[in-house]
């Protein structure tokens, strides 16, 4: 099922791109005897950041993945390219942000818990086209020094039906994508999906952010079809949860158990198409922001609606505002350049915050964990902030070579 070619720098033999075939069903299949893939399904600690780190990283993808870096990887990669430029810096559209650490991390996401510390989680592993282990778990008290708290979900020990291998692009595939952990309740959760599967929701069973954790409500079958699940309390303590570009929107039971209610449609109230690949969609009239990563919060009486596209060859957080959390949603606005799917959240100084991890190539390091500052103009949109703490001159390109 998996097949190699030629011989890579390190010595391993370096995979090529997979036979494909028209089966993209997500049927199931037997679980393989030993993984077919050359990586590992956890990311691990991580290693402090270097100025070297500011550029390059990985870009995961179904042919196998690219790296340009300092530290040997342990499975064969391709060549680097044109991978990461930082023309977005260059043009001033996003600050030279440094990575919080040397870490494999897509979909960087951030909550604060109950004690006050941050808890960062994110897509994790090797290369999540083809398989990883579960959810990851990061805590710090300051952004800064982050401690890893280990693989606190695992799919072979709790995944039940998030286990099973599935057929994806016709490949072999098992793999959580952009897991969020989210205090709520006074308890914490994660929220997740699988390809080609569904969404699931876990609660942890002891109250605390390492878990264990099991289901909150369907322990048997996915919830909805889709992918980029995520949570969102209001002020009156109402839970929500949305997916995909945010298109629907469904409160939760107060202990997460299950629906309070159908799935509502959110609303626009403008036609304003800036992802390239929804513009099609506008014009039969099906109104979006983006096409994944949704993530939703509450400033100021405002609800922003935010989701993922490729804005001017930028992978960019997209959103939008509205008195109600259904809608009408106006003023759609690129809110963090080159950012990815993740949040934006405040800090515990009332700072305000967009996760980042890169994930086009006008941005200058690739699928590691990132801030950005951002502050609120007199209409309500989400701008890059003047003052960006974990910017610092950038090496230059060659520095990697």
Aim: with cysteine.
């Amino acid at each position: 099922m998996f097949a190699f070619m030629g011989a890579a720098a390190t010595g391993l033999m370096a995979p090529r791109a997979l036979a494909q075939s028209a089966d993209d069903s997500g049927r199931l299949i037997p679980t393989p005897e030993r993984s077919p893939y050359p990586y590992k399904g956890v990311s691990g600690a991580g290693a402090t950041a270097t100025l070297a780190d500011a550029r390059g990283g990985w870009m995961s993808g179904l042919a196998g993945v690219r790296y340009r870096g300092t530290r040997p990887m342990a499975y064969p990669t391709l060549p680097w390219g044109e991978a990461a430029t930082g023309t977005a810096v260059e043009k001033g559209l996003l600050p030279p942000i440094h990575p919080l650490m040397e870490l494999h991390l897509r979909d960087t996401q951030i909550c604060i818990g109950g004690d006050g510390a941050y808890y960062m989680t994110g897509s994790t592993g090797d290369n999540i086209w083809a398989f990883n282990d579960g959810i990851e778990l990061w805590r710090s008290t300051d952004l800064v020094d982050w401690t890893y708290l280990g693989l606190v979900w695992s799919l072979d020990r709790e995944g039940g039906w998030a286990r099973e291998w599935r057929m994806r692009k016709g490949v072999p595939f098992r793999a959580i994508w952009a897991p969020e952990i989210h205090y709520v309740s006074g308890s914490y959760f994660l929220c997740f999906s699988v390809s080609r599967a569904g969404l699931g929701i876990l609660r942890s069973t002891t109250g605390r952010p390492e878990g264990p954790y099991e289901y909150a409500f369907s322990p048997d079958a996915h919830l909805r079809r889709g992918i980029d699940a995520t949570l969102f309390q209001d002020d009156d303590g109402a839970v929500y949860l949305t997916y995909g570009s945010g298109d629907e929107i469904v409160r939760l039971k107060d202990d997460l158990s299950g629906y309070a209610e159908e799935w509502k449609r959110t609303t626009f109230a403008d036609t304003q198409c800036l992802v390239a690949r929804d513009r099609a969609r506008c014009l039969r009239g099906e109104n979006t922001l983006g096409y994944e990563g949704a993530t939703l919060f509450k400033k100021d009486g405002l609800y922003y609606l935010g989701a993922v596209g490729n804005v001017e060859g930028r992978y960019s957080f997209v959103f939008a505002v509205s008195e109600n959390l259904h809608g009408p949603y106006r003023i759609k606005h690129e809110a963090a350049p080159c950012a990815g799917g993740g949040n934006v959240f405040k800090d515990r100084q009332g700072r305000w915050w967009s996760t980042f991890f890169g994930n086009d190539e006008q941005s200058h390091f690739r699928e590691k964990p990132g801030l950005i500052r951002v502050d609120f103009d007199a209409e309500g949109r989400i701008v890059v902030a003047e003052d960006q703490p974990f910017a610092r001159p950038l090496p230059p390109l060659e520095a990697l070579t």
